[in-house]
């Protein structure tokens, strides 16, 4: 792939740029280059677990200041700009996902209800229990929407794998009987929020990620150009047999980066 004809970066964090609470190779040479030649970049997740100050916390803790909250894209935020299109404000809805995600959605000017609500939203939910199922499918059932902030069944952490929100909304989808609409990457929702952050045409962006199934066919379908690093949950395998395939392969950031500079 020609880098000269990239001028703008979105990239996954989760599985790119950490793993867990552990920085991967390359991460913040990545936002040093960027920043060195001036090129826009968003930061694309489909984690609904924390805001984008969240996100802006840990990177500084990681050694990468300055990331400003709106460079930050979460299936979160993208979940919170469609239901203020759909709904009106103040409208009761219950959540089964994270601290982040309730606080979002309480900005958004909604509110929560765990009796009566218009939508249930369905994120990751790290301390989830039977009870917390049994809620949202018996609300799901007396005819409240299904939205979830995405559909990843796994999550990378340093142990490995661990279950992701695809895992929770694929067992609501069996006790419902219900689909969900779903806000996160691949659907077009998120990467469009993030080229009109950065400003670039498709052609012109680069998507980083770890996901063959999100990050790279999402992108791909929208016209981005696409390198898969291997530091997160697709292989080269994978990628070999892919319907569609990236336009690079590199073990990490920092072999993307050697080529790139």
């Not at 569609?244 to 050697?258: E, G, N, S, T, V």
């Amino acid at each position: 792939m020609n880098f000269s004809d990239i001028k703008a970066v979105v990239s996954d964090m989760d599985g790119v740029l950490w793993r867990g609470d552990e920085p991967l190779p390359g991460m913040a040479s990545l936002f040093q280059m960027l920043r060195q030649r001036g090129l826009p970049f968003v930061l694309a997740t489909n984690n609904s677990m924390k805001a984008p100050s969240d996100y802006v916390a840990k990177l500084a803790k990681l050694g990468v200041p300055d990331v400003r909250e709106e460079q930050v894209v979460t299936s979160s935020t993208t979940t919170v700009s469609y239901m203020k299109n759909t709904y009106p404000a103040g409208s009761p809805v219950h959540v089964l996902g994270g601290d982040g995600l309730r606080r979002l959605l309480i900005e958004g000017g909604f509110k929560l209800d765990d009796t009566a609500p218009k939508a249930v939203v369905v994120g990751l939910d790290t301390n989830l229990t039977y009870d917390k199922l049994k809620r949202a499918t018996l609300l799901i059932r007396a005819g409240a929407d299904f939205i979830a902030t995405n559909q990843d069944d796994t999550i990378p952490t340093p142990d490995g794998f661990a279950p992701g929100a695809g895992s929770i909304v694929a067992a609501l989808k069996a006790a419902t009987g219900q689909i969900p609409l779903v806000m996160g990457k691949p659907d077009a929702p998120m990467f469009q929020a993030a080229l009109r952050l950065v400003g670039t045409s498709p052609a012109q962006t680069l998507m980083i990620g770890d996901r063959l199934n999100t990050d790279i066919t999402g992108a791909a379908l929208l016209g981005l150009k696409t390198a898969l690093v291997l530091t997160g949950v697709s292989t080269q395998a994978e990628a070999e047999v892919n319907a569609i395939k990236p336009d690079c392969i590199y073990a990490d950031l920092a072999a993307l980066l050697h080529d790139w500079t």
